[in-house]
């Protein structure tokens, strides 16, 4: 019978004692009281008592259930689950029903089993399982959700009686029943309709994500959406494949070092930790030996909380973002030209533009949807599009005109349109004096660069380049949109300031379908430049050495004096991991192991860190095999917050789902951290909204003031552009009255030379690389890499010239080896005409993970763009070789045997001394075959453990495994093999 367990079975979980004869063990209340007939029974001598819907863990067995009782058992838990709902017996025990009377029992056979304390229960999640201990369901507190039924509100208030609830189960809710012990209640089979955004690129797509019983089931572009229109491209429409998938993070995991495993912790346990590593770190060694490094990826209130935290309370100017590696030109171009950043065009500039200039741009693979716009718009109106880039990618074929330059000529190119415009009378000298300051120092530096000399630097025919030039100055209206292949440089402010000259110069600017807009990379940038989210600026565009913008960010954080000066940036944060500056940096949503240049150094700096924290949605990944500290963070759809896209137009991502596991909003995460540090009033929000509100408070009377806007606005409203004051209204398009932010409200005109990239070809490496995505992938692969249907267009290959893959002796299908001064990497060639002689391409999405013996990052150097501190990503010198036919191994007995089994494979192999090595010539694998530290415990050929665990290079597949030896040993992994046994077996 359901109510009459063995009596020869006790229970022996902790906390429970049976009583005479009992086998039905009590329960807890979230507080840790004991309820239920065993509490009693044990302090009566009650005898054996009947458990209240769970039998004991030694006699229960799980069947099958039909239909009715499924029906029936969700019925009851939705009835328990209602606000203020807490039922007693008429006895006065718990557990009675809604008229006081005890609970029926339930029918032989339909028992649940309960499994012993500490064990792991996998809850199946579409295809993937997540690990969630026994029992964890009645730990977690009682939470309330937002009036009117919004699932995000903050977890740290309780429910209430009169608080409404929407259709579908949210993540509160299910913390309510989890905390009366039951099962959760997940609403109705109805669908619900969520509104979102994208979380990928700068566009901004609007998203409805359809949701059934707290699941993503379907979900499509938001025809409403300003911006998109409805339009989402394959990253998007696959989003749902990133939010439930195998490999989570799930819950804090700690260690003391990276070469041993992570164990799992509590959040309270993993705050400390963090926040105790901040505090020794700043007493022994001051505020600057922390860094927080950021994403554009986060929303909002994630970053404002990061900022506040970092540069208001650990008082650490060391807070930068990964779009340090993506806009930072053009934020520094936008602050020289109008005094304040941000773009002074919108979406709608695109459907009225006459002519379009794209540089540096490959829009019809990064921004496929902007760029289906683009095209419907010429089709109505016929414009004219001229695309500046050293490839001839997708957009250049379907360009009216292409400009194929030499890699890293932009400036020499713009100066020389320029010139030519001063030089036949295209300009209107008189209005761009009064219209623009600094007219008379720009028109010097154009006359050094004649349109002649510009076509002989850019390899690109004169007459085209005044042809471009005329066809620009003449437009009714000329729009230029820009990208990556003008920021990623270290001459990339130069390249975007000679950009906005043009327009500035012609008067194309601050009217319909005119003027310069930036295409931002990533879904956020925007949003982390407005809260301040670079370590070189303050909140809301305010400068580090503007003495009244410093005092009104301290007045409003109320945290005291803020740091001297800028922090470090991206790459200058490596140098001080080097020179041990920087002791501890917490990452946050990005991957700067695989994304940073120089990936061999960069790895070397993060393995000194004395604590790396690092909070992400996925493990592992490249950075996290690094990390002492991994914090699971709510991803796209799990929470609810704002996103700013390139127009400047802020939209709301709404929370569809609950995160799975411990997961949580960065931004709770960061409040959580400033209370352990003894800030927890300036931390004390209540949820996303409270964020947001102090954040707009900031913005007041600054160029971008949006204090019209609040969570509740933009759900009432939807989404909006700034500037949008209160009492105002929304601008699209900025500088219409052509005043800006300058002192004296005029743009400036800026005086750039042209200069050659940071490396520049030469007999030992004689090509130049260029960097780019793939039409399905997205950065270093952590979110898009998970989804099936996009992985298989994901193989990384060279792509060269025909006349380079000759002359380099490769040809389609072999693998080559990739050398740069910094490191190398192998991968299959492809040729493709498509590139000018001389260069090479090669998507840039892998990390160490994926390819471990080296991936495309370790390639490009640490040059920097001397105004914005941007990495030159986009420009690598390269040389490119047959990959090793010939293997010259040197070293001991190993090497012998090494050898051996390479010529029984049938490649050629030969020993050399170690000193020979240098020599052995091109198209030969240099190997030094160390042997040290040998381990009867390893396998063969394994590497000691380290931060990414044993690797196995099996010899018995051919030479290939030892292409990973030369990175490896030169990292000073030493090379073991088990006993005697040196070689595998065929």
């Not at 004869?21 to 044990?42: K, Y």
């Not at 946050?588 to 960069?602: F, I, K, T």
């Not at 040998?934 to 051919?958: I, S, T």
Request: charged share 25%.
């Amino acid at each position: 019978m359901h109510g009459a367990p063995r009596p020869d079975v006790r229970d022996r979980r902790p906390g429970v004692r049976p009583g005479p004869g009992a086998g039905a063990p009590a329960r807890r209340r979230p507080g840790g009281a004991l309820h239920g007939p065993s509490a009693r029974g044990a302090a009566e001598g009650d005898g054996p008592r009947r458990l209240l819907g769970r039998p004991d863990a030694a006699v229960a067995r799980r069947r099958r259930g039909g239909a009715a009782r499924r029906r029936l058992r969700h019925l009851q838990e939705a009835r328990d689950a209602r606000p203020g709902r807490r039922r007693r017996r008429a006895d006065g025990r718990p557990g009675g029903d809604a008229r006081g009377r005890p609970r029926a029992r339930a029918r032989p056979g339909r028992r649940r089993r309960r499994r012993a304390p500490g064990r792991d229960r996998a809850v199946r999640v579409g295809t993937a399982a997540r690990r969630r201990p026994a029992g964890g369901r009645r730990r977690l507190r009682l939470q309330r959700r937002d009036e009117g039924g919004d699932p995000d509100r903050d977890r740290r208030r309780p429910h209430h009686a009169g608080a409404d609830r929407p259709q579908h189960a949210g993540r509160h809710h299910l913390r309510a029943v989890r905390a009366r012990g039951r099962r959760p209640a997940r609403g109705g089979g109805g669908v619900s309709a969520v509104r979102s955004i994208c979380p990928y690129c700068g566009v901004g797509c609007g998203v409805v994500v359809e949701v059934r019983r707290g699941r993503i089931e379907a979900l499509r572009g938001d025809p409403d959406h300003p911006s998109t229109r409805g339009g989402l491209c394959a990253k998007g429409s696959r989003l749902a494949g990133t939010v439930r998938t195998g490999d989570r993070l799930l819950h804090p995991l700690l260690r003391a070092r990276p070469a041993e495993p992570f164990r799992r912790a509590t959040w309270p346990a993993a705050v400390a930790r963090v926040a105790g590593g901040i505090r020794r770190a700043t007493a022994e060694h001051g505020p600057g030996s922390v860094a927080l490094y950021l994403s554009g990826q986060l929303l909002t209130e994630d970053y404002y909380a990061a900022n506040k935290l970092g540069k208001g309370l650990i008082k650490t100017p060391n807070v930068d973002t990964n779009s340090r590696l993506c806009m930072s030109s053009t934020v520094a171009a936008y602050k020289r030209a109008f005094g304040a950043d941000g773009p002074p065009g919108c979406y709608e500039d695109l459907d009225l533009a006459a002519d379009v200039l794209i540089a540096g741009s490959n829009l019809a693979e990064t921004h496929p949807v902007l760029f289906g716009r683009l095209r419907a718009a010429r089709a109505r109106r016929s414009a004219h599009w001229t695309v500046v880039d050293p490839r001839r990618t997708a957009s250049a074929e379907a360009a009216d005109e292409h400009l194929q330059i030499r890699p890293g000529t932009d400036v020499a190119l713009l100066l020389g349109m320029a010139w030519t415009l001063f030089e036949e009378g295209l300009v209107d000298e008189a209005r761009a004096g009064r219209a623009c300051a600094g007219l008379d120092g720009y028109r010097v530096a154009v006359a050094a660069m004649p349109a002649g000399r510009a076509a002989a630097i850019c390899e690109v025919p004169e007459d085209r380049i005044r042809a471009a030039a005329r066809r620009f100055a003449r437009s009714p209206a000329a729009l230029s949109l820009w990208c990556q292949g003008l920021n990623q440089s270290s001459a990339g402010t130069d390249k975007v300031s000679a950009l906005i000259d043009l327009h500035l110069l012609t008067g194309q600017i601050g009217r319909p379908g005119a003027g310069p807009l930036s295409l931002t990379g990533q879904a956020n940038a925007m949003g982390g430049r407005e809260v301040g989210g670079l370590a070189t600026e303050l909140a809301c565009h305010r400068e580090w050495d503007d003495p009244e913008g410093r005092a009104q960010v301290e007045r409003h954080w109320g945290l005291g004096r803020l740091p001297d000066g800028p922090g470090l940036t991206a790459v200058e944060l490596v140098d001080a991991i080097e020179r041990r500056q920087v002791r501890v940096l917490w990452v946050v949503c990005s991957n700067p192991l695989a994304s940073l240049p120089d990936g061999a150094a960069v790895r070397s700096a993060l393995a000194r860190l004395d604590l790396l924290v690092v909070q992400e949605l996925y493990h592992p990944t490249d950075t996290g095999e690094l990390a002492h500290v991994l914090l699971p963070a709510a991803g796209w759809a799990e929470k609810t917050g704002t996103l700013t896209n390139s127009e400047r137009v802020v939209g709301l991502a709404r929370r569809a789902v609950p995160p799975p596991g411990e997961a949580r909003p960065d931004w709770e995460v960061f409040a959580d951290v400033g209370a352990a540090l003894g800030a927890p009033e300036a931390f004390g929000w209540l949820d996303a909204s409270q964020v947001f509100d102090e954040h707009v408070r900031l913005t007041a009377g600054r160029d971008l003031d949006m204090t019209a806007l609040s969570h509740a606005a933009l759900e009432a409203g939807g989404p909006a552009s700034w500037p949008y004051p209160a009492g105002g209204r929304p601008r699209a398009r900025r500088y219409e009255d052509g005043r800006c932010h300058t002192p004296d409200g005029r743009p400036r005109l800026v005086a750039v030379t042209f200069r050659e990239p940071a490396e520049e070809p030469s007999p030992t490496y004689p090509l130049r690389l260029l960097t780019g995505r793939e039409p399905d992938q997205w950065h270093t692969r952590s979110r898009s890499g998970r989804v099936a249907a996009l992985r298989r267009s994901a193989a990384p290959r060279l792509a060269l010239h025909p006349d380079d893959a000759r002359r380099a002796g490769v040809s389609p299908g072999q693998t080559a080896l990739v050398s740069s001064p910094r490191g190398s990497l192998r991968l299959p060639v492809v040729t493709s005409p498509a590139l000018r002689p001389g260069s090479a391409f090669l998507p840039f999405h892998a990390g160490p993970v994926e390819q471990p013996a080296g991936w495309p990052n370790v390639l490009p150097g640490r040059a920097l763009d001397p105004v914005s501190r941007q990495p030159e990503l986009k420009h690598t010198v390269v040389r490119v070789e047959p990959a090793a036919s010939e293997v010259a191994l040197a070293g001991g007995p190993l090497a012998d045997a090494v050898a051996a089994r390479l010529g029984a494979a049938g490649v050629r192999a030969r020993r050399v001394k170690p000193a020979e090595l240098a020599g052995a010539g091109p198209g030969v694998l240099r190997v030094l075959v160390a042997e040290a530290d040998l381990d009867g415990a390893l396998a063969w050929w394994d590497l000691a453990p380290g931060a990414g665990g044993p690797v196995l290079l099996d010899l018995a597949a051919g030479p290939e495994p030892l292409a990973l030896l030369p990175s490896l040993l030169a990292a000073g992994r030493p090379v073991a093999c088990r006993g005697e046994r040196w070689l595998p077996a065929p």
